[in-house]
């Protein structure tokens, strides 16, 4: 098939709400990551500055805490709409199970170490389906990274209440767990999260598939390959095609993407610096 054909195809892969949710959690988690790395690293130059810049570190602390309940909204309308709404009532067992299910299945472990192999010359490049283990991976970072620094987070905001069932040690276990993990949570969205989805060959400098929710038959054939075979097989290849994106928001994906990346490069800097020379 023709090459160029093939590049002015377009597939859908993330529907709005996706892309709406994706773009609620992105922003709110750099905006935790600003505010809290202000807090934790207040011994820096730069530090007090960001927060002089925007009324103090009160001013920190409430932008902190606005973001952590518009994310944890996001999160539960989330787990909601899968869990209760899709899952339970209405009994759609593909969230579950199979290829568009993001739990992880045998196929993930084997594409895993099929890939380590690739990397060494030891074998072909694995197929991925619709979902790579590394984007599941990613994905359950969330739940993760919800339950550790959310809980110990909200331990922080509501000590009162949470020192009804906890001895008063959980307070600074609390602090120190939402510190440490934040930082390593950070530190894998800034450096991991945007290397695999943007600046690995095949995507730099800028995958805008999540912004825009389309991706051209190439790319899906290249980056997904066992999904075009499954969607070409079962005939379903023609009701995933789109339109290509409008230009206004192909513009405002590489605007936001630049934001973001440069905003997320220059905390990671900053972060690594104030952290190792403290040791
Ligand atoms: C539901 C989510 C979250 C809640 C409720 C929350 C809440 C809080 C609160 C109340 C504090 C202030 C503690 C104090 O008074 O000293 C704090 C500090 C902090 N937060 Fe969060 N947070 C959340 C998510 C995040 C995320 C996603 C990050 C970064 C990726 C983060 C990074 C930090 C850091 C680095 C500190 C300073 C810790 C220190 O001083 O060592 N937080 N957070």
């Not at 944890?72 to 909601?80: D, I, R, S, Y």
């Not at 009701?239 to 973001?260: D, K, M, Y």
Request: glycine share 8%; net charge positive; hydrophobic share 50%.
């Amino acid at each position: 098939m023709n090459e160029n054909n093939s590049s002015n195809r377009y597939y859908r892969r993330f529907s709005l709400g996706q892309r709406y949710l994706h773009g609620v959690i992105m922003s709110t988690f750099v905006g935790l990551a600003f505010t809290g790395m202000v807090l934790r690293f207040s011994h820096t130059t730069w530090a007090p500055a960001v927060a002089h810049a925007v009324g103090g570190f009160a001013a920190i602390l409430f932008f902190h805490k606005f973001c952590a309940v518009l994310l944890t909204v996001a999160f539960l309308t989330h787990v909601g709409y899968v869990v209760v709404y899709r899952g339970i009532i209405k009994r759609d067992k593909s969230v579950f199970w199979g290829p568009n299910s993001m739990i992880p299945q045998l196929k993930d472990l084997k594409d895993l170490f099929g890939q380590f192999r690739w990397f060494l010359w030891l074998g072909p490049r694995p197929k991925f389906d619709r979902f790579a283990y590394w984007e599941k991976f990613d994905y359950w970072g969330v739940f993760w990274g919800m339950a550790v620094i959310g809980f110990s987070g909200y331990s922080m905001w509501f000590a009162p209440f949470f020192a009804r069932f906890f001895p008063g040690s959980w307070l600074n276990i609390a602090l120190l767990i939402h510190g440490e993990e934040a930082l390593l949570a950070a530190w894998f969205i800034f450096a991991v999260h945007f290397f695999n989805t943007h600046l690995r060959p095949g995507s730099f400098p800028m995958d805008l598939v999540i912004f825009t929710g389309r991706q051209t038959e190439k790319e899906l054939k290249e980056k997904h390959p066992e999904e075009y075979q499954r969607l070409l097989e079962k005939g379903q290849l023609q009701a995933a095609q789109t339109n290509a994106s409008p230009e206004w928001l192909t513009i405002l994906g590489r605007l936001i993407g630049v934001v973001v990346i440069s905003s997320g490069f220059v905390l990671l800097v900053l972060t690594l610096v104030a952290f190792f020379r403290r040791q």
